[in-house]
């Protein structure tokens, strides 16, 4: 490990300049990555602000007595698909709309009677506002007698569905492509750095050198550059980040950055991306030994 660990180090003073162009190229290849990774992180952190908006409001026939209403709130909260309930009275509505509606407020004024019932508003829980979910929900609380109507924006709810599955499309598909772009720009720069030591190489083969003793200093040399890549690379979407968030302001100075965990599967990414470049260019060079 020792001898390993040396040759992949020497491999840096013999070519500085073309480990230099290795590591830029890794860190721009996972830059670009990032860059897409923190836009949908935001774009997710956005989802998930919109999503909870969804709820289900339950309006209750006059007359109902509030013991049957506090009963039937307790069973609804205790759906596995809700986070909690809460009961807006008749006049709780009106005070609301008075407020809300403020084109209305002169009309609500001068009523002679509240025409506003009263209703359960339902809040679901994070992993169940899809429109299946929610329907679902929607039609046990319609099996109660005293619940004249309920509304919960379905086509609304639908339409979250869809961009929370186009979202992850293509995110899955431009995370794919860049992956696979730097993958082969990782094995072109460990490819120059074989060519240059083809000889060595060959050496070695007639020495008797197994392949994987062989391939052992490329492949550390490898991960090397894609670690050193993937901090790199962080630190420009650090970099990046703040330049946008700082410029604009406005409705982006709300913006994430990547969580610990997120920068640790970049550096992570980086690693495996150096180490499969490696590999492949390796893998080639010795068939034709």
């Known amino acids: 490990m020792r ?32 860059l897409f990774g923190l836009v949908a992180i935001n774009l997710r952190e956005a989802l998930r602000g919109i999503e909870e908006r969804v709820e289900i409001v339950a309006f209750v026939l006059r007359g109902t007595p509030a013991e049957t209403i506090t009963l039937a709130t307790q069973d609804i909260a205790a759906f596995p698909e809700v986070q909690d309930v809460s009961f807006v009275s008749e006049a709780q509505a009106l005070e609301r709309a008075r407020l809300e509606l403020v084109e209305f407020r002169d009309a609500y004024r001068d009523l002679q009677a509240n025409p ?14 899809q429109s299946a979910s929610v329907e679902r929900v929607a039609e046990r609380i319609r099996g109660f007698a005293f619940v004249d109507d309920v509304r919960y924006g379905r086509d609304w709810v639908q339409r979250l569905d869809q961009l929370r599955n186009v979202t992850g499309l293509v995110g899955l598909v431009i995370g794919l492509a860049f ?29 008797g050198a197994t392949n994987w003793f062989v391939r052992g200093p490329f492949l550390l040399e490898g991960a090397l550059k894609g670690l050193l890549g993937g901090f790199l690379s962080l630190a420009l979407c650090y970099a990046g980040f703040r330049l946008f968030r700082d410029t604009t302001g406005g409705p982006f100075a709300g913006l994430v950055f990547f969580r610990p965990e997120h920068m640790l599967v970049i550096v992570v990414f980086g690693v495996l991306l150096g180490l499969g470049g490696s590999l492949v260019s390796v893998g080639r060079h010795l068939r034709n030994v």
Do not use: D, Y
Request: hydrophobic residues 55%; charged residues 20%.
């Open 3 to 34: 001898l390993l660990t040396r040759e992949a180090l020497l491999s840096f003073r013999r070519a500085p300049l073309l480990s230099t162009l290795s590591i830029t190229t890794i860190a721009f290849s996972l830059f670009t990555l990032g």
């Open 179 to 207: 992956a696979a772009v730097a993958v082969v720009i990782i094995g072109v720069t460990i490819r120059l750095t074989i060519l240059q030591r083809a000889r060595e190489i060959s050496i070695m083969r007639l020495v």
């Open 116 to 129: 506003l019932p009263a209703s359960m508003e339902v809040r679901m829980k994070e992993g169940f506002r």
